[in-house]
């Protein structure tokens, strides 16, 4: 095949030492941005990519690309070991990563996300070299009522499954939806719930809400007395206790493979993005896996699961930016300023005006992959050294952390303030068993669902029909409510037998 | 108190609610208007928040004894969740934080971290002063480093210029 | 042991202040990095032009700071005004702008209350194109009026600004037709959504959908602008020549910065963007191959500029009853 010969011609160029090298300090610098909380990928990137530009394209590009997943890889670690997600696909992460480390297994956990990541990405990029611009196309299927469909099944799935009372858990997600309204409409530039405040007229950030509501309502139960929520390892944890044996290996392999598959799919479709991809894997596994019963709970399917398919989802976000010259994310957004800096504009013409161009991007990411997973791999033993520090200590790290972090998301005093006031909403809201990561998608993911929803009405003057008139919409709420209602069908059934003994 | 957090998301939803429906609108010339996803999430709290509300009203009838609530996040701290000392020990991050803001602001971000961590090691953990400083310097280093030198973030200067 | 954690402070601080001397001898702006505001997400013409001149100031070392794009959309640009606004110091914040966000100023009322924007300078004239998707049945602008007229608001126009609003509300008053229109975030996104038909037409500018048109992904029906445009949109006709003369736009591109901005502040970044304009890749990757022409204003020539132009702007927009 044609596209094999030009993939192989990529990689003879990527092998040279330079190129390699390149690559790894790419993967290292990005697993460091990724593992700060506060700055994400899209900062990271755009703070890197100068750099690239005194190299050659071809390595400037392999070290990009080893920036990019390197933050993909990065954001697990803070999330695992202090329960700040380091950007918002890291969230389902943190659920089932910080619960192994409070069991002192921190580096199952890392392992597990290691592994899954390069599952994820590797499969993202298998199918971006054999499909490419066809993938684009079944993306371009999505359009504002099918986007809408696609997160209405993310949002009310969140309250549903995340925690014990669905009750408190659908709350918790109208509560990030309102949050989500605060500031400037999309849609008509009307300032809404500002309370005439300039700070929240721009809307509420997200990753000092994150930081709260995770890492700093973390610290407040650190400080009771008698809480357990960080134990202190008595022994030292040695690398060899990290590494999977043979049978955890094989239970997180058909989660991430699954995952990996579904991420992708949703890495591609405008406007979705690795969130989405995360949380649906996330709940796919808790609702076809082996071990559901122990999600949340400290389960390696967890992190696998959310992982392997934000990996996915990020190289996904690379197929429209290809094929079409459209971001499919920010950071995408990003690589595109630094193509356009080489003289390269991303088109459908792309793969015919410039081959060895894409195919050397293409097998750079083959590249850029396998060195995280080794850089990723070495990292380890340095982290858990990190966890040996006592809680006594632990404590004012993290909310000094917390405090740096959420200021340097917008540089404003206004996001600290609101960070520490998410964090004391956050320590409540767990105690009387509402659930936290709900308000977190649930804000993320509803300013996209706004505005497709009003979108497609607009499109169609005002007709709800709209939603029920395009198959794959229709498909996806059919879906979505054969999902809600199959639990209290089964109880009903469960009630009516019973009743007959 | 989880009669009085129900409370709370019925007043703040029905806020919504009333600005959605009065201020933003909607639906505007036959379109959704800015009020439109709010209205609708407001409803949906509401109902939700009032079931709460119900069936916490209800426990608490069951059994008045025992305040405890049924969930409770972390099991361990239940045992003496009502003493005052409990209740606001948790709150003592916040406080630090609060601190810490006004600290940046008028001293700058190295001093002003100097001063959370030793302070916070030395009086709340209760090191011995030469540990408390030995743990403060490398996390004044770490964040020196990394936020001010390597990735730039510019916070504000205080009484000493950096 | 109190006094010795009290010497420790006194220690903390001495060393402070001596950094403080230090430090304060070299602080010529910029001291801190700089933020670029795009009011409009990622993949959008602001945006596009925006990461362009990152990119050539930090390549020719224009400056000695880290400049940062920060993307802000929603509101037709007045998510992104009221992120500059929030800003406590105004010298570290520029955003990019168009005639379009100016007409959003006065229609969203983003303007700071504290004042008019720090006009910084103007960078290019840039031309506005009606957009149709490749295997749509309308080949030209005239296909399109035939069937908006035998099926009133039944087919949409994907716009990202009020000025691409105001276009659209032009031609519906001049043709007397009615056309309906959806709001996206930015050009991208409505490319996605005329590529895959769920949407029937869409406002660019030519360099937001250059690359479509010469992947013959896309087809441009007509040109809001005086004359022809150059290659590849050199078939579509004026709206002058399909007999509509009242519907010409052009807009300008521009860099402002937030109310009450140092004078220092404002001079220094006009000759840094006077640089950036006089570069060979400004020139060939972004003039020439995005079609746009080239005018570039310094700070005080632009401020007269802009004056002139809002107020043109606005009195289209009040004579459509759009304001």
């Known amino acids: 095949m044609n596209n094999f010969e030009l993939l192989f011609q990529g990689f003879t160029v990527a092998f040279a030492l330079p190129n390699l090298i390149a690559a790894l300090l790419g993967g290292i610098l990005g697993i460091v941005v990724g593992a700060m909380p506060g700055i994400g990928a899209v900062t990271g990137v755009s703070l890197l990519l100068p750099m690239t530009f005194k190299l050659n394209p071809t390595t400037g590009i392999i070290m990009l690309a080893g920036i990019y997943y390197g933050n993909m890889y990065g954001g697990a670690y803070s999330a695992t070991l202090m329960n700040i997600p380091g950007d918002s696909p890291a969230v389902m992460t943190a659920l089932d990563g910080y619960e192994l480390t409070k069991q002192g297994k921190p580096g199952k956990s890392l392992f597990a996300g290691n592994v899954a990541s390069f599952i994820g990405g590797s499969i993202g990029i298998i199918f971006l070299t054999i499909f490419g611009p066809l993938l684009a196309e079944v993306g371009l299927k999505f359009g504002p009522a ?167 989802a990020a190289v996904g976000a690379f197929v429209p930016l290809l094929s079409l010259g459209i971001p499919g994310s920010a950071t995408t957004a990003v690589l595109l300023g630094g193509l356009m800096m080489w003289g390269l504009r991303p088109g459908p013409l792309l793969f015919e005006s410039d081959p060895t161009f894409v195919w050397g991007l293409i097998s750079s990411m083959y590249i850029g992959n396998l060195v995280c997973l080794v850089a990723g791999m070495a990292i380890i033993p340095f982290l858990m050294s990190f966890l040996r520090i006592p809680t006594k200590i632990m404590a004012p790290i993290i909310v000094i952390i917390c405090i740096v972090g959420s200021y340097s998301v917008n540089n404003n005093m206004f996001d600290v303030w609101f960070m520490i006031f998410a964090g004391i909403g956050a320590f409540y809201l767990k105690r009387y068993a509402f659930p936290i990561p709900p308000v977190l998608l649930a804000f993320v993911l509803a300013p996209r669902f706004e505005i497709s929803v009003r979108q497609a009405l607009s499109i169609s003057n005002g007709n709800a029909m709209v939603f029920l008139q395009k198959p794959i919409a229709l498909g996806l709420l059919l879906f979505t409510f054969a999902l809600l209602l199959a639990p209290v069908v089964m109880k009903i059934v469960a009630k009516i037998k019973k009743s007959y003994k | 108190m989880e009669i009085l957090l129900a409370l709370v998301f019925m007043t703040v939803s029905g806020y919504w609610l009333q600005q959605g429906l009065a201020v933003y609108g909607f639906y505007v010339d036959g379109k959704p208007g800015s009020g439109f996803i709010p209205v609708l999430f407001s409803i949906l709290v509401m109902i939700l928040s009032a079931i709460a509300l119900v069936r916490a009203v209800r426990t608490k009838r069951a059994a008045p004894s025992k305040a405890t609530p049924a969930g409770d996040a972390s099991p361990t701290v239940s045992a003496d969740i009502d003493s005052w000392k409990t209740r606001l020990q948790p709150l003592i991050p916040a406080a630090i934080a609060i601190v810490g803001i006004y600290a940046i602001t008028y001293l700058g971000v190295v001093v002003a971290v100097a001063l959370i961590a030793f302070c916070w090691v030395r009086f709340l953990s209760h090191y011995t002063v030469v540990r408390s400083f030995l743990f403060s310097v490398p996390i004044v280093l770490f964040i020196y480093v990394v936020f001010v030198w390597w990735l730039r973030v510019p916070f504000p200067r205080g009484v000493f210029g950096f | ?150 099926n009133p608001k039944a087919l949409t126009v994907g716009t990202a600004d009020n000025l691409d609003k105001l276009c659209v509300v032009q031609i519906n008053q001049e043709a007397g037709v009615d056309f309906n229109t959806v709001y996206f975030n930015s050009a991208g996104e409505i490319s996605t959504a005329l590529l895959g038909n769920h949407v029937e037409f869409g406002i660019f500018n030519p360099g937001e959908c250059i690359g479509l048109v010469e992947g013959g992904k896309l087809r441009v029906l007509a040109a809001f602008s005086p004359t022809r445009l150059a290659a590849p949109f050199e078939a579509a006709p004026t709206f002058a020549e399909l007999g509509y003369p009242g519907v010409e736009f052009q807009m300008s591109r521009s860099i402002m910065a937030g109310a009450g901005m140092s004078r220092e502040a404002q001079l220094y970044w006009s000759d840094v963007m006077e640089k950036v304009c006089a570069t060979d890749e400004w020139k060939q990757n972004y003039i020439e191959k995005d079609g746009l022409e080239d005018l570039f204003l310094n700070a005080d020539d632009f401020t007269k500029f802009n004056t002139e132009s809002e107020r043109k702007i606005v009195e289209a927009a009040k004579s459509i009853g759009l304001l």
Not at chain 1, 166 to 178: D, E, T, W
Not at chain 3, 17 to 38: G, H, K, N, R, W
Not at chain 3, 46 to 54: G, H, K, N
């Open chain 3, 1 to 150: 042991m109190k006094r010795i954690s009290v010497l420790f402070l006194c220690l903390i601080v001495g060393i402070g202040s001596l950094f403080a001397a230090a430090q304060a001898e070299q602080a010529t702006y910029p001291d801190q990095p700089i933020e670029l505001v795009v009011p409009a997400s990622a993949g959008g013409g602001s945006d596009i032009m925006a990461r362009l001149i990152v990119d050539i100031i930090q390549k020719n070392n224009f400056s000695s700071q880290t400049i940062m794009v920060v993307n802000k959309p929603g509101g037709s640009s007045a998510a992104g005004h009221s992120y500059v606004n929030s800003k406590p110091n105004p010298n570290y914040t520029l955003f990019t702008a168009n005639t379009a966000h100016v007409l959003s100023m006065n229609i969203n009322k983003s303007k700071s209350p504290k004042g008019e924007f720090t006009m910084i300078a103007n960078l290019a004239m840039d031309n506005v194109v009606f957009v149709t998707s490749a295997d749509s049945p309308y080949k030209t602008f005239d296909d399109a009026l035939a069937a908006i007229k035998a």
């Open chain 1, 146 to 312: 099918e986007v809408a469909a696609l997160i209405f099944l993310a949002l009310t799935s969140i309250g549903w499954l995340l925690g014990d009372d669905p009750v408190k858990g659908l709350i918790a997600s109208g509560i990030g939806v309102l949050l989500s309204t605060i500031g400037i409409d999309g849609a008509s530039g009307l300032p809404r719930f500002s309370f005439g405040n300039m700070n929240l007229i721009s809307g509420i950030s997200f990753i000092p809400l994150v930081i709260g509501m995770f890492g700093f309502s973390q610290v407040m139960e650190m400080m009771q007395p008698g809480s357990s929520t960080h134990a202190e390892p008595a022994k030292r944890l040695t690398l060899r206790e990290s590494f999977l044996d043979r049978s955890e290996m094989k239970r997180i392999l058909m989660p991430s493979l699954r995952s990996a598959l579904l991420g992708n799919f949703i890495g591609f479709l405008p406007g979705a993005g690795g969130t989405t991809g995360s949380f649906l894997a996330y709940v796919m596994e808790k609702k076809v896996g082996k071990n559901r019963a122990q999600m949340g709970k400290g389960a390696i399917e967890g992190v696998a699961a959310s992982e392997a398919a934000n990996n996915a």
